[in-house]
């Protein structure tokens, strides 16, 4: 059985910093591109940044300079290093698994972990 798990969520004031991590359990987690995501209620989910299989990250401009993806393949976890929190980060944060072979796609949520950035 699959399972992603997202940790690190809570209350921060602007400014501050969280780590988010997201522990991967049933998959071979090394062959997986691990991506985060949040969704700010009445927004659409939003891609926030991607860590490939291959080494290679990437970033949504809007969160640029401020956070940094990570992965530890012995651990099985991904980290998202948010920085310079601003109250427009509040949000509810998923971390994903996906991966393509062909035609084979495997896709995997965890469940969230909410961030409020507040004063």
């Given at each position: 059985?699959?399972?992603?798990?997202e940790s690190g969520g809570g209350l921060v004031q602007p400014g501050g910093s969280l780590r988010l991590s997201c522990a991967a359990s049933g998959i071979t987690f090394s062959n997986y591109a691990m991506s985060w995501y949040r969704q700010?209620?009445?927004?659409e989910r939003e891609l926030l940044a991607v860590f490939t299989a291959y080494g290679s990250t990437n970033y949504a401009d809007s969160v640029k300079s401020r956070f940094t993806i990570s992965r530890d393949n012995v651990k099985n976890t991904a980290y998202l290093q948010m920085n310079k929190l601003k109250p427009e980060d509040t949000a509810v944060y998923y971390c994903r698994a996906a991966r393509a072979i062909g035609a084979l796609r495997n896709d995997y949520w965890g469940q969230g972990t909410q961030v409020t950035v507040s004063s």
């Open positions: 059985q699959v399972q992603l798990v700010a209620p009445g927004k």
